[in-house]
């Protein structure tokens, strides 16, 4: 790989590296405690990215025994992009470092034969059980990638990213059909799938709720949205804005307000791959250092998520945003734990200011729109909240606004924070999460679905 970036330097590239990934992947699905899929194999690959002038060459491949094969077809590619493109590029400068992080397991699921791993849904299966639950679909998914990354710029990192996932969907039957979900999973061994129990009372307290649901109330009031409504809302209508390639080409709200207020004083949101969450790595995609990136601080906008590339557009310090979903495709810009911090609030003290509002809990899909800065986000379930008492289970609740004027209507924020698992897209998938405390947003519009 050292004598391919050389030769790529020696034939002018003004930069280039080579990502070298391995593999191992089983996913499992149960629908109603039969087996519908199961999965697994070893996959490896290697993507060479070439600057060229001011043009890029990006070629993905599982042949590694041709990479030098590769590496030409990518700098062909780059002097060709180079001809056509009159706007200029370039990279933020980032130290070289040569290091190698094996991120850890307690028990590695690499060695849990596959029964042990249906028995484990089988089980969870079993919890599912109850008279107001039609139908149980159980996922589960664990991944183990080694990456190697090397660049002309004297990086050379090693690492190691074992991760797991699970989730499931449940379908009731009452008056109408409802769904719930949840998710689980870590950056972790096999024992990253421990709160999976608790994770299943939830979702049946959940569906039992929606079943008993009344329809939603309309109109602009004060809304508390649980952990993971917090955590969705900052990932979804406040993350994607911080993307540095959105700013840097004019489609964030976000976009030149670098030291402005954007949130109320209470509220700080940081995107952080070092947190022990699904999102965590040691290094990004282009082998930059990961590192805690403080979005807003107090209320005022700090930072950006950024890659090399949009830094350099930006003139700011890259720092390790990008992510790229494995070796055939370019690293891009990405969030990876994106976390509101807790405030100072009990959850009594938020539901004592609210005389008539909303308790809204998980989300079942939205929109956002990050260059407009709006969102619409539809509550999993939520609750009516009246003279500070949670009441009557809601559904079809969703709600929307300006996300830069809700974040400045948050009045209270709890002291706890819980987070979500997922994988976030945007043209390719990647593995995140998301969290927060629960918040309480004056003046929100709410509406049935
Ligand atoms: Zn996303």
Not at 123 to 142: A, F, N, T
Not at 196 to 216: F, G, M, P
Not at 346 to 354: C, H
Not at 384 to 406: A, M, Q, R, Y
């Amino acid at each position: 790989m050292e004598d391919i970036i050389d030769g790529m330097k020696d034939n002018g590239a003004r930069f280039c590296d080579i990502r070298r990934e391995k593999w191992e992947v089983s996913h499992l699905i149960m629908k109603d405690g039969g087996i519908e899929r199961m999965a697994s194999g070893v996959e490896e690959g290697a993507m060479i990215r070439v600057l060229y002038g001011n043009g890029w060459g990006c070629v993905g491949t599982s042949a590694l025994d041709r990479l030098s094969e590769a590496a030409d077809r990518a700098l062909g590619m780059a002097k060709q992009n180079d001809g056509s493109k009159s706007e200029k590029t370039g990279l933020g400068d980032v130290k070289a470092i040569q290091e190698s992080v094996e991120m850890p397991m307690k028990r590695d699921f690499r060695d849990i034969d596959v029964e042990e791993k249906l028995s484990f849904m089988k089980e969870l299966y079993g919890k599912l059980q109850e008279p107001h639950v039609k139908s149980v679909d159980i996922h589960y998914r664990d991944s183990f990638v080694e990456k190697e990354i090397l660049n002309s710029d004297g990086t050379h990192v090693f690492m190691n990213i074992p991760r797991i996932l699970g989730y499931v969907i449940v379908t009731g039957k009452g008056k109408t059909i409802q769904k719930a979900t949840e998710g689980f999973g870590a950056v972790a061994g096999y024992e990253g799938i421990e709160n999976a129990h608790t994770k299943a009372e939830a979702v049946l307290k959940r569906l039992k709720d929606l079943l008993d649901a009344e329809n939603a109330p309309g109109g602009k009031m004060p809304l508390i949205m649980d952990n993971h409504l917090t955590g969705v809302f900052v990932h979804e209508a406040f993350g994607h804005a911080a993307e540095a390639d959105l700013v840097s080409s004019g489609s964030s709200c976000l976009e030149g307000r670098l030291g402005e207020m954007v949130a109320d004083e209470s509220v700080t949101i940081v995107d952080d791959p070092t947190f022990k969450g699904y999102g965590s790595f040691p290094f990004d995609d282009e082998g930059t250092k990961a590192r805690r990136r403080v979005l807003v601080d107090s209320g005022e906008l700090n930072d950006y998520i950024l890659n090399r590339e949009s830094a350099w557009k930006l003139d700011l310090e890259p720092n390790g945003g990008a992510r790229a979903e494995d070796f055939r495709v370019k690293p891009i810009v990405r969030m990876s734990n994106t976390l509101m911090m807790p405030g100072d609030m009990k959850m009594e003290e938020l539901l004592e200011q609210v005389d008539r509002g909303i308790y809204a809990k998980s989300t079942s899909g939205g929109q956002v729109d990050p260059t407009q800065g709006t969102f619409q986000f539809n509550a999993q379930v939520a609750y009516l909240i009246e003279n500070g008492e949670i009441t009557t289970p809601l559904k079809d609740v969703s709600f929307s606004g300006f996300t830069l004027e809700t974040l400045k209507n948050i009045k209270g924020l709890t002291d706890e924070m819980k987070t979500g698992v997922g994988h976030c897209g945007k043209g390719q998938s990647a593995p995140v999460t998301d969290g927060g405390p629960q918040t309480l947003i004056s003046d929100v519009t709410v509406g049935g679905r």
